[in-house]
């Protein structure tokens, strides 16, 4: 064994107390971590990840930057890393420093499984240390994006917690107490008919709570809240993921349920908020119905509307509608 795996062994990735982490399911909570140490997240590794990920093909990763509509308004817009598979690394990790570029690299158990190790000893070093937390349906992924990229307001259907690893952000998240997302529009995002996108009203723009990551920090925060990241002028590395507790899965699954009554049989569902009464009854058969692979009918399908060209303007080239490939995430 070398010194390095020795040292790996017997380091804690998590370095706060456990009183930092009071209420975290509940609000946002910034932390100190390890793995900006341990994780190697150096140039030549970033470049193996990315060709790899190229290599497995679209369902393994998501490109992404920011477009502009014609009314002025922000949106995202997916595309490809290179549309035979094959990408040189180091030349794409260039242009993502140079650009606005957004790269979130999935499947890490498969593609980067030292990562998804490291994160798993993380969450059970707080399913140690914690009491009453737990975890199911452990989420992994790698993002790399660019010093100007940002992720518009959207929501996770999940708890998320976000280790960062490289660079500098901001992350604005919005309490959805104060900030309350309507319930048709999480149910069309859990039942895959739309992207997480959301478009915050106006009066939402000088609310939030901003927070600044380094390198070495992380931020855990709550299913279904708002939040958008902007990068800070340099490149961003994290390693991001999402999770489910019992409270979140009934949540999910009752979320399901009123999405299938509103969309199959045109009923308007009860409030199924947390702590209501017939939440769990609800949420059963909405988890019952997903494992049975029934959903809305209206299947989101996504347009990959460039490939990554380091001739085109912004490194990015157009695909014309007739021949961009449909990506179903």
């Not at 399911?25 to 990920?53: G, N, Q, S, Y």
């Not at 049989?265 to 997903?290: H, I, N």
Request: a negative charge; glycine letters at 8%.
């Amino acid at each position: 064994m070398t010194h390095f795996e020795m040292n790996l062994q017997a380091a804690h990735l998590i370095r706060d107390s456990v009183e930092a982490f009071e209420g975290i399911h509940d609000k946002p909570i910034i932390f100190e971590h390890a793995l900006a140490d341990l994780a190697m997240m150096t140039d030549e590794h970033l470049a193996m990840i990315i060709e790899r990920a190229a290599a497995a093909g679209p369902m393994s990763y998501n490109l992404s930057t920011v477009d502009i509509d014609e009314e002025g308004r922000e949106h995202w817009v997916q595309g490809l890393l290179s549309e035979d598979g094959k990408v040189d690394g180091h030349a794409v990790l260039d242009l993502i420093k140079a650009g606005k570029l957004w790269l979130q690299v999935e499947n890490l158990y498969y593609l980067a499984p030292h990562l998804y190790g490291l994160l798993k000893r993380a969450y059970d070093e707080l399913a140690e240390r914690l009491p009453n937390f737990s975890y199911r349906n452990l989420y992994c992924n790698l993002l790399i994006s660019g010093p100007e990229a940002r992720v518009t307001p959207h929501i996770d259907v999940a708890e998320v917690i976000l280790f960062h690893i490289r660079g500098h952000k901001r992350m604005t998240l919005w309490d959805p107490e104060r900030y309350p997302v309507p319930d048709e529009l999480s149910e069309a995002i859990i039942l895959r008919e739309t992207l997480e996108d959301i478009e915050i009203p106006e009066e939402w723009k000088s609310g939030g709570d901003s927070y600044e990551l380094a390198p070495g920090q992380g931020v855990s925060f709550p299913y279904l809240w708002p939040h958008s990241v902007d990068n800070l002028g340099d490149l961003n590395v994290s390693l991001q993921t999402e999770y489910h507790h019992p409270a979140t899965i009934r949540r999910y699954g009752a979320l399901y349920a009123n999405g299938l009554l509103r969309r199959r049989l045109g009923v308007e569902p009860k409030d199924t908020g947390p702590g209501v009464l017939g939440e769990s009854l609800r949420a059963a058969a909405g988890l019952a119905a997903k494992k049975l692979h029934i959903d809305g009918g209206n299947r989101r399908q996504v347009l990959a509307a460039f490939v990554v060209d380091k001739d085109a303007p912004d490194f990015i080239r157009r695909l014309p509608p007739e021949h961009a490939p449909v990506l179903r995430k």
